[in-house]
């Protein structure tokens, strides 16, 4: 019982630090690298603490109360598992915005060939968590190598194959600027069928990358007239209306 007592306070410990973590503080300048990486790196440790306790939770929702029966009963898991995902989306985010700030004029950062190799694995093997492989895909964004058919082709797989919404999202905001002929098709369909309409938003945003191509312009067009979501038709047409991106 002592024993049980003392892991769940380590991991109610652990979920307090990430939900109280204090905003990143802004971007620092290119030549003062050190803080910026500090920043970085505890985003990334919370990041660890936060996918560990969701990883627990899912595996067995009592896991962490160690308080007897009672305690289970009062605490809802999976309301805590939700919190921890909208967290772990938010310092993804915040990690993501920390590694491209110093790069002038919004390059990408230089990565070397066995890291982004690395990187397009895990996004491409399924026996992976959805979360880890997304994340890959966010790092290859940031290294500007999300571009390429193989990695394209992974991240609509995921997409396909996930369940949640925040998976399903994060994976399609990182496709933005991914400038593949590939994903026009896919993302067309997204937006006429899916029945989220969070997907369907991001699907109608990254289209917005392809505007010059007549499906893509007709099928924001109907979105922004028809869909049954003001939130997607607001998008749809903010999209059609946006000034042109510079090429």
Known sequence: MGLALVGSLIAAGAYWRVRSAAPPSPPAASGDAEPLKVR??????????????????????????????????????????????????????????????????????????????????????????????????????????????????????????????NIRTLVLRNLQGAENPKLVAPLVALLKGDANEDVRDESARVLGDYLEQPEVKAALEQAAAQDASEKVKRRAQSVLTALPKPR
């Open 40 to 165: 970085i790196a505890r985003l990334e440790g919370e990041l660890k603490d936060a996918r560990d306790r969701v990883a627990r939770l899912e595996r067995d929702p009592k896991a962490g109360a160690g308080m007897g029966q009672e305690h289970v009963e009062s605490g809802p898991a999976s309301g805590e598992i939700a919190d921890l995902k909208r967290r772990i989306e938010q310092l993804e985010r915040q990690a993501l915005a920390g590694r491209s700030a110093p790069g002038p004029q919004g390059r990408t950062i230089p990565a070397n060939p066995a890291m982004v190799e690395k990187e397009k694995k895990q996004l491409a093997d399924a026996s992976l968590p959805e979360r880890t492989r997304a994340t890959s895909l966010s790092r290859l964004r940031m290294y500007g190598a999300h571009k390429t058919d193989d990695v394209v082709e992974s991240a609509l797989a995921l997409v396909n194959q996930s369940q949640e919404t």
